[in-house]
């Protein structure tokens, strides 16, 4: 009679979900949520159109890639390997609970906003997501001391939201945002930064008032109390021994028998003795040695969400991106090269009457960009483009599109410094916004200023 043999063992159920053909990231359900576990850069992209709750990265060098993906940016990380960079926290597959209640946490916190789109241009896309983002975590924006930081102080999150890397051009951003009362302030510290290259690594050093050495000491002075001489110490040097170089009396007891009142700095170059010196500070990076009255100092804040910038964070944008349907139409907002050249030389007769100032301004597309677009995508990318623009200039300003590749536009009674501010703004917003949204990957965009008169 044959005996069967039947094991005891359970079988194991897996919780990790197969991988899908079009998916090449791995998923983990937990107690009803869902992660994805990225390893590379790569994968990212694919995640845009996939459902899961949190993700899960071996590389805290991958926080600012999924930051700066506005489908993403929102959602929980959490590190498989305790780093400085904390994320949302450490993942522990075998007592999640941690996680999820920081995912339901933040799913909460996110209500009022996860849903609304963004804002189009660049500069209030970067103010609502860093709005959005700390008030998903109900934290604020703090500096972290940094020695690879030109500031000395990094924001890190800020600049995982932006593709800007200049410390201080991000300064110059938090202050705007302050300026508007979308965020708040509490000084943490204030850095000197060079007058020629805004460094902030400096060297200072004493220097001789006459001949500007380095190479200078300083001594304490010596008054002895019985003859009154005032002089260097080493005036009182005598075989290991003080001695008066005016009564040769000996000195023993500082208090009773001398004090020293000051001290003196005597050159070694040029043996000029003064108590004074001057104080330079030379820049590490372009070596400029900067007067500290050159100095210049940049405060740096923490910063807390406003209640107008709680109110700016769930806001559904004006400006909401066209959809393609639209983009595809013929542009309602620019007027045809000869009409604007009709407009230009009625603007010049009324310049001879008004004196007022006018300028022509080209806005450039690299042709690196337009080479890989077909004439549709050509054309939605300068309506796009034109669209940011019209929020910048006034609304008596001109728009042409004088080719696949060039904006023009005709600025009206600008003061020649608000027209110089006026080009740069529009070349950095327009340059940042192509890529930010993946039509570059380097700078695109250039402009030329020129003042027209007859």
Known sequence: MQVLKISNRVPQISNRVPRSKKQNFSLKVLREKTFVFIQKVQQIPTLRQSNFDAIVLNDAKLISKIRQDDQLYLKPLFLLNMEKVKADGLFNEYDPSKNIREIERIKYNSNSFLNTPLPKTPEQKLLTKLLRFLLSRNIGLNPTPS?????????????????????????????????ENYLKTSLVDKVNA???????YLNFSERCTKCH??????????????????????????????CCPKCDKKLRHIGIDYDKPAEINICNNCTHTTQETNMLAKCVDCEKENELSQLTTHSIYSFQVTEKGREKAGEIPSNEVESRSELEKPNQKTIPPSLFKLFVKHELQKKDIYQNNLYLLDLNISNKVLDKLN???????????????????KTIDLISIQSNSTMQLLLLDYKPELASTMAKTLEYNLDKMLRDNNWASEKSMSVNLREISK
Do not use: W
């Not at 005036?235 to 003080?242: E, P, R």
């Open 213 to 242: 050495s380095m190479d200078i000491k300083s001594e304490s002075l010596i008054h002895h109390f019985r003859c009154a001489y005032v002089g260097p110490e080493g005036d009182f040097k005598k075989d290991n021994n003080l």
């Open 194 to 200: 060079c007058y020629q290259c805004e460094g902030t």
């Open 147 to 179: 020695r690879f930081s030109n500031i000395g102080y990094s924001y890190k999150l800020l600049e995982d939201l932006s593709i800007e890397k200049n410390k201080l051009r991000l300064l110059e951003i938090l202050k705007k945002f302050t300026t």
């Open 375 to 393: 004439q549709k995508l050509r054309s939605g990318l300068l309506n796009e483009l034109v669209s940011i623009t019209k929020h910048y200039i």
